[in-house]
């Protein structure tokens, strides 16, 4: 078999995935199997690959395999065709490999030269592959250190690995791009093994600059945690300093400025001291100097003093000062907080030098006044004047809770203003409510419930002060009762008068209409034709028969106004639409009417007849008052109320002047309306301005319309 030429290659195993520089795998193939393999330069008759070009300008150029002797390629066998095209699609997809790949690749000989470098190194290092291939690569991008010294080869971890055979990982270095930037890199060099012998060395690399620019953030926000973390601890024990009761307020105060230079930047060298007035708390190794920052004590807003840290010594402070932001923040909180305790030190004083006035005017006042435990709702102590009320002595009632003698009907909203009180969302709460008296009646009282507690304290007592009011509500019941019978006598009324209408236009129709009837009749009977040579005379019994007609229509509209039959005939809804459908013949006015829900079967006969006065009467003061040449009316039922809606586009009015008009010039207009919701136990209300027209809104429950 003849003599082949093979050129050394590396081999990327497609199965063999790397998902970082240290899992790059490198297998140094060569293309050995044929009989006998030469290195290019003994070849003869063929030229050598270009090194300097990029590894794809390699295979490129490379000449395809040939035979060395007079034999051509296709007189080969097959075996040695298949291995020889085989070898050619390893080529390829290595080459796609490394072109792919994200991380740097370069390979260099035994003299540290590029043989080959991906695009990815290439455009990290800002070079051209072709700038970097046959090049030394030490000159090129590591011959510096990260300090700026000079890099030794002797001491590059890449030239040792071809040299020692050894595989380097290096996690912190730099590489030098072209135009002399520097970036940090972390590299695998592997060495490349040809037949056991060295050949040169596999260099994987990552750009880890974002890693370390992560790292270096990390690292910052860790120190700013810790500084955080001391000013928490600051804060949080000089809170519990003000918890504790034992230690009076000097040792309190001087516990603050003892506790302040830990938390700072530089605890060394750091100091404070606390001024309230003419005393003053500070730390042993205090003195002032020009590297201070003060925070102002004002307690119920009037100066009381300043808090202040010190550092006794220079530093380099940068931009900032001597102080960060959150240390000042950190001493204003302080600052703030040692107001609170002072203002809550003072409340406390205050309100001992008030007990002792408290309990004077606690046996002496004219109003029931108790101590009670909060949480148990149990009385502590109760005046005189208390037990009285309930008909209790001070003694029984120590043994008893306000829940326990609260009307079960009221403990509910008892209970409810308590919750309130209890978390702060109300200081005080005043209602009206029942106890069990003694004896067993019911006492009405007027109760007021203050706390005992200042703001952050945990609730223990409050103050309850009752004052009787059971005359008042009985007053009050008696009236109710009268207002009830006046309603129902004056729905009395009304029904005897719909009733006298009844009757009245009964008679009118029935009596005097038939009468008036009968007598136009008479005017125009036969007789009139010997009238016929007394035109004069003919001509008075026209214009009586005319008059008499005209006195009949009046009639008729009189007692159908008095009482209109339609409501019985047709039912609410229909004898309204007929009334507004006159209403507008005669008056010249267009009425929208529309209803909604309106079932006769469930309205009584008081309901339909208020109902359709109400409609009568609000058409009848559009035409009177409104100038308005529109009016809407909407008649709908809307569990639990029929709502009954009138409007107008008229001049509209000033609805409380009219009122008071409405009073003093005695109107009935309006009233009367008025007058026929209430007895309804219904609501009515009118919006009108001047100029837009009027709106009457009118709601009336249900249970009383259809009698439950």
Request: with cysteine; glycine share 6%; hydrophobic share 35%.
């Amino acid at each position: 078999m003849g003599t082949f030429y093979a050129k050394p290659f590396i081999h990327f195993c497609p199965p063999v995935f790397f998902s970082g520089v240290g899992d790059f795998h490198a297998i140094i193939m060569l293309e050995d199997s044929y009989s006998e393999v030469r290195s290019p330069q003994k070849r003869p008759g063929v030229e050598s690959a270009d090194k300097s070009a990029p590894l794809s300008d390699n295979y490129q150029k490379q000449a395809p395999p040939q035979r060395l002797n007079s034999h051509p390629l296709e007189e080969l066998p097959a075996a040695q065709m298949e291995n020889e095209e085989t070898i050619q699609r390893i080529r390829y997809q290595n080459e796609l490999i490394l072109n792919s790949a994200g991380e740097g690749i370069f390979g260099l000989d035994l003299q540290g030269n590029a043989t080959f470098v991906n695009p990815a190194a290439a455009k990290m290092l800002g070079y051209k592959v072709e700038e970097l291939v046959g090049k030394g690569s030490h000159g090129l991008i590591h011959h510096t250190k990260m300090d700026g010294s000079p890099y030794p080869e002797a001491e590059c971890p890449i030239y040792a690995t071809f040299r020692k055979g050894e595989v380097f990982h290096i996690e912190e270095d730099i590489f030098w791009r072209k135009n002399g930037t520097g970036f940090p890199v972390e590299y695998t060099c592997t060495p490349i093994l040809e037949k056991g012998m060295l050949a040169g060395a596999v260099v994987t690399f990552l750009d880890v600059t974002r890693r370390k620019v992560a790292e270096a953030k990390r690292r910052e926000e860790a120190g700013q945690l810790r500084e955080r973390v001391k000013e928490l601890n600051c804060l949080f024990s000089i809170s519990e300093l003000f918890r504790k009761s034992g230690p009076v307020q000097a040792e309190i105060f001087q516990g603050i400025v003892d506790r302040i230079p830990p938390a700072w930047l530089y605890p060394e060298i750091a100091c404070a001291r606390l001024v309230l007035e003419n005393r003053e708390f500070r730390t042993g190794n205090f003195r002032q100097t020009p590297w201070k920052a003060a925070a102002d004590i004002r307690v119920n807003g009037q100066p009381k003093g300043f808090l202040e840290v010190c550092y006794r010594e220079e530093k380099d402070w940068g931009a900032e000062g001597p102080f960060l932001p959150e240390e000042i923040s950190l001493l204003e909180e302080i600052a703030e907080r040692t107001c609170r305790f002072i203002e809550r030190v003072e409340a406390q004083e205050a309100l001992r030098e008030s007990e002792a006035k408290f309990r004077v005017l606690f046996e002496q006042a004219a109003v029931g006044v108790a101590q009670i435990e909060t949480a148990t709702g149990r009385f502590m102590r109760i005046n005189q004047r208390y037990g009285d009320i309930i008909g209790y002595s001070q003694e029984e009632m120590i043994s008893r809770t306000f829940q326990e003698i609260t009307y079960p009907e009221d403990l509910q909203e008892d209970l409810r203003n308590m919750e309130e009180l209890v978390a702060g969302k109300i200081r005080e709460f005043s209602m009206e409510k029942r106890y069990h008296h003694k004896n067993g009646d019911l006492t009405w009282v007027h109760l007021t419930v203050s706390p005992m507690w200042a703001p952050g304290e945990l609730p223990d007592y409050h103050i309850a002060v009752v004052q009787d009011i059971t005359k008042r509500k009985r007053a009050e019941e008696a009236r109710k009762q009268i207002e009830e019978r006046v309603r129902i006598l004056s729905q009395q009324l009304l029904r005897s008068q719909e009733e006298e209408r009844r009757r009245i236009s009964r008679e009118l129709h029935d009596d005097i209409g038939q009468n008036l009837s009968a007598l136009k009749i008479g005017l125009e009977g036969p007789w009139t034709n010997q009238l016929e040579g007394l035109p004069e005379v003919r001509q008075k019994f026209k214009e009586c028969s005319q008059i008499l007609q005209e006195t009949i229509q009046g009639v008729r509209d009189m007692a159908h106004n008095l009482r209109p039959s339609s409501i019985d005939q047709l039912g609410l809804v229909k004898a309204a639409q007929q009334y507004c459908e006159e209403f507008s013949a005669k008056h010249r006015i267009q009425v929208d009417f529309i209803t909604a829900g309106i079932d006769d079967a469930f309205l009584d006969y008081d309901t339909r007849i208020a109902l359709y006065r109400l409609i009568q009467e609000g058409l009848i003061n559009i035409n009177k008052h409104a100038a308005a040449t529109l009016a809407v009316i909407r008649l709908v039922s809307s569990f639990p109320n029929i709502i009954l809606r009138i409007e107008d586009n008229g001049q509209g009015f000033d609805v409380i002047k009219r009122q008071s008009e409405a009073v003093e010039e005695k109107r009935l207009g309006l009233s009367s309306m008025e007058e026929r919701v209430t007895l309804l136990q219904g609501k009515m209300k009118i919006d009108s301005q001047p100029g837009q027209g009027t709106r009457v809104f009118i709601e009336i429950p249900s249970q009383v319309s259809n009698g439950k």
